[in-house]
């Protein structure tokens, strides 16, 4: 007998998004469903899997329709995320898939549909199967444009070229990209951090409608767990997030930037001294919602300390790791 907790999503949650077709601001539901999850579970930042249990397709349906209930009356986004990958047969069976569909197709309120992938999962007819909606948006954890970092720090196990293949096959079908990029995974200093998620947004803004910057935070039972309790790595600045923001906006006025400070403030996640933190983090949650860059170069006013203590820092990145090191 199936676990009455399989018939409930891990997580949803009623929020505000930047709607990039109408150039507004409108409420989106996220739904987190609770699947058999991740095939891969071999990355190096990820516990997400943990998430997992052994669901049925009917439990599935039935997180689905018992997230709904909380939809707002009027037009919303809807973002149904599985901890792994939506267009994985494994987890979303091809008939769960259209029924899903068909349950998001009645409700004519819902104006965008965002679903997240590995890319190898990616098809023309999958994507087919989920064009119900006006705006259609296929997310792909890309983590960094860099092959070695991706595949030898974060071990994501899919190359820049499959990010391509992929993405150009959701753009040709009609639907939009969403490309997470990863602020400071292992074994890469403060300031190359910075400059390979801005270095790496250039390289994805051609295929992507959003570039999301993820902020790497600690999660439990995982291999930078192993290394951030050895005091092997410190979660990023968002100082450094803030200047990687300003530097990707820059660089292609046609692609939105968007980033959600998970866990921001406290020391497993993104963190300055603990001062600041909440005043950065909300001036980034209403940036999400507005795409107003001057609500970030108003930072600069934020008189802390601790800001001294993050340029000396990237000041010093060259001396400190070596100048032919990431």
Same mark, same amino acid.
């Given at each position: ?7 409930? #999503?891990?997580? +949803?949650? /009623? &929020? ?19 699947? $058999? ?7 190096? #930042? ?5 998430? +997992? ?7 599935? *349906? ?20 599985? @901890? ?8 979303? @069976? ?8 068909? $349950? $998001? ?20 007819? %999958? ?42 096959? $959701? ?6 990209? %969403?490309? !997470?990029?990863?602020?400071? #995974?292992?074994?890469? +200093? ?16 051609? !295929? +992507?409608?959003?570039?999301? *910057? ?10 930078? =767990?192993?290394?951030? %309790? ?9 100082? @450094? ?5 300003? =530097? ?65 820092? /990237?000041?010093? &990145? ?9």
């Amino acid at each position: 007998m199936t676990s009455p907790k399989n018939k409930k #999503p891990v997580a +949803s949650w /009623l &929020d505000y998004d930047f709607f990039k077709e109408g150039r507004r601001t409108i409420k989106s539901l996220t739904v987190i469903l609770r699947t $058999v999850g991740c095939q891969w579970r071999k990355c190096t #930042p990820c516990g997400y899997w943990h998430e +997992s249990a052994d669901v049925t397709q009917a439990d599935i *349906l039935a997180q689905l329709e018992h997230s709904l209930r909380k939809r707002p009356d009027e037009e919303f986004i809807l973002k149904i995320f599985t @901890s792994g990958s939506f267009l994985d047969e494994r987890e979303i @069976s091809s008939e769960t898939r259209k029924e899903i569909a068909r $349950v $998001v197709e009645k409700r004519k309120e819902i104006k965008k549909l965002i679903v997240e992938t590995r890319p190898e999962f990616v098809s023309a007819e %999958k994507i087919e199967d989920l064009k119900v909606v006006d705006h259609l948006e296929i997310a792909i954890g890309l983590e960094t444009a860099d092959d070695f970092i991706r595949s030898k720090y974060i071990n994501k196990g899919f190359s820049f070229e499959d990010y391509k293949i992929a993405a150009k096959n $959701v753009n040709k079908s009609g639907a939009a990209v %969403k490309t !997470y990029l990863l602020l400071k #995974p292992p074994f890469i +200093s403060e300031k190359k951090a910075i400059e390979d998620v801005i270095k790496s947004a250039a390289l994805a803004s051609p !295929y +992507s409608s959003i570039i999301s *910057l993820n902020l790497c935070n600690v999660q439990k039972y995982t291999t930078l =767990e192993k290394l951030w %309790k050895r005091k092997y790595y410190r979660p990023p600045w968002l100082w @450094s997030a803030i200047e990687a923001i300003k =530097e990707m906006m820059k660089q292609d006025e046609n692609v939105v930037v968007m980033s959600d400070p998970v866990g921001a403030g406290h020391k497993r996640g993104p963190h300055n001294c603990g001062k600041c933190d909440m005043e950065i983090t909300e001036a980034i949650k209403k940036f999400n919602r507005t795409q107003d860059l001057s609500v970030l170069e108003r930072l600069a006013e934020i008189d802390c300390e601790c800001k001294e203590v993050w340029h000396a820092l /990237l000041n010093f &990145d060259d001396f400190l790791f070596g100048s032919n090191l990431l």
